[in-house]
């Protein structure tokens, strides 16, 4: 395979991974639709990607994938992480309310938002580390680091997309209606993906 398709398979791997809309992503979007320091956010996100796909990339996600006890307990937890986002997202959708538009959030509370939503769950371990890493140590040297290269350059496209065109829609996205959708889908993706990951 070319570097080029290498590349592409890189991007749409992890493009397909990250575009599922769970805690991360749910925290980007209503950081845009305040206007609450969207691109430290933005950075930060691509930051957390940039670390945990390379490190994957390294040789991480095979250390974990050596220790069978480590991935059951990593899934557990996971899918106990993603059963409880489940549920506060259905209890959102029940009674929706309205996102200010304020802009006057602090930069303490969005870093404190962004590093909870990734760092704090398991699902976004098993996605970098283990999934995309192992996948991109498929190709070898160089191209294991071509691939990484495309997942990092689709986390990119994603992360500015979603955070700036949140801040751009902040009006239609504020509405309490569209939040009882996207939390009933948050909750629906949740739920799936928390079921899908039990080691049974």
């Known amino acids: 395979m070319t570097d080029l398709g290498v590349w592409a398979m ?3 791997s992890s493009l397909a991974l ?3 809309i769970g805690a991360q992503n749910t925290m980007l979007i209503r ?3 305040r206007r609450e320091h969207v691109g430290v956010a933005i950075a930060m996100c691509l930051a957390s990607d940039i670390l945990l796909i390379s490190a994957g990339t ?3 996600g095979a250390l974990f994938t050596r220790h069978p006890g480590v991935m059951e307990a990593l899934a557990w ?11 506060m997202a259905f209890r959102s959708a029940i009674a929706p309310k309205a996102i200010t538009v304020s802009g006057g959030g602090t930069l303490r509370g969005v870093v404190t938002a962004v590093l ?7 699902q976004a371990y098993l996605d970098t580390l283990v999934l995309l890493g192992n996948m991109a140590n498929q190709h070898g040297d160089p191209g294991r680091w071509v691939f990484t290269a495309g997942a990092l350059t689709a986390s990119t496209v994603w992360f500015v997309g979603l955070g700036l065109g949140a801040r751009a ?3 239609p996205l ?3 209606r569209t939040w009882r959708w996207i939390d009933t889908g948050v909750g629906v993706m949740m739920t799936v993906l928390a079921i899908r990951l039990l080691p049974v």
Request: hydrophobic residues 55%.
């Open 10 to 12: 890189g991007f749409a």
């Open 77 to 87: 937890i996971g899918a106990a992480y993603l059963a409880g986002y489940a549920v």
């Open 31 to 33: 950081t845009g639709v």
């Open 174 to 176: 504020s509405r309490p």
């Open 18 to 20: 990250i575009a599922a």
């Open 116 to 122: 909870a939503a990734t760092y704090l769950n398991p």
């Open 169 to 171: 829609l902040a009006g």
């Open 58 to 60: 390294a040789g991480m």
